[in-house]
């Protein structure tokens, strides 16, 4: 998910406490079927699983995401990553959402949906994979999810209005599903057009970028 630039004039950049070297992942543009794909549950074992997330927060950082799910790296597995530090200056928000958003760091692994709650909200969503587009979009605003943290630790936690915004935004990714399949008919219509052009390569992005329908890289 990615937010409107001048929330990202304070980004705080979390590194990794590692002297790993990190690499930035090219993102799927919308389009590729990879987007699309079923994942699979990741296990204890998955090989160099702190690589791979080190490499995610760093393609997530350098993309000003808020978050990023692995089938955007290529990755059809059940993980996702979320960074709502940025939420820390926003007026809109209530001071103990952003008090709860400054340090909000998470990696979600297995992550499962245990109930939404709640009215719904409109907030105006963007995705990595989709530049240039952003539509409001409705969703419950209250969470209860299950996951593992990075270390395998299993949680069941509670989150409402931004933060469970940014887990539902991913937590789609990881059923194949992006924000642009909640609008409405006559929406989908009329940015059928910008979403032939992602997938084109068709579109200036500041980050690492691979398009399905051109083997143009960024
Ligand atoms: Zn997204």
Excluded at 67 to 91: C, K, W, Y
Excluded at 101 to 111: C, D, E, L, M, R
Excluded at 159 to 183: P, V
Aim: aromatic share 10%; proline share 4%.
């Amino acid at each position: 998910m990615r937010l409107v630039p001048p929330l990202f004039s304070r980004l705080i950049c979390i590194k990794n406490n590692s002297n790993r070297k990190t690499m930035i992942l090219p993102i799927l543009a919308y389009g590729d079927t990879i987007l699309r794909k079923k994942t699979k549950s990741l296990s204890k074992d998955y090989p160099k699983l702190d690589v791979l997330l080190d490499n995610m927060f760093e393609t997530m950082y350098a993309a000003k995401g808020i978050g990023l799910a692995a089938p955007q790296v290529g990755l059809p597995v059940r993980l996702f990553i979320v960074n709502a530090t940025p939420f820390e200056d926003d007026e809109d928000l209530t001071e103990a959402e952003r008090e709860f958003a400054s340090t909000f760091v998470q990696v979600f692994i297995n992550a499962k949906m245990v109930e939404e709650t709640g009215d719904e909200w409109a907030f105006n969503e963007g995705c990595l994979s989709i530049p240039e587009i952003r539509e409001d979009v409705f969703r419950k605003k209250n969470i209860k999810i299950e996951f593992y943290d990075e270390k395998f630790n299993k949680h069941v936690k509670e989150f409402n209005g931004i933060a469970a915004r940014i887990i539902q935004h991913e937590y789609d990714h990881i059923n194949g599903i992006l924000f642009t399949d909640k609008l409405s008919i006559l929406k989908k219509r009329l940015i059928k057009g910008k979403l032939e052009n992602i997938s084109r390569g068709k579109i200036e992005v500041e980050y690492r970028m691979r398009f399905p329908k051109t083997k143009k890289k960024h």
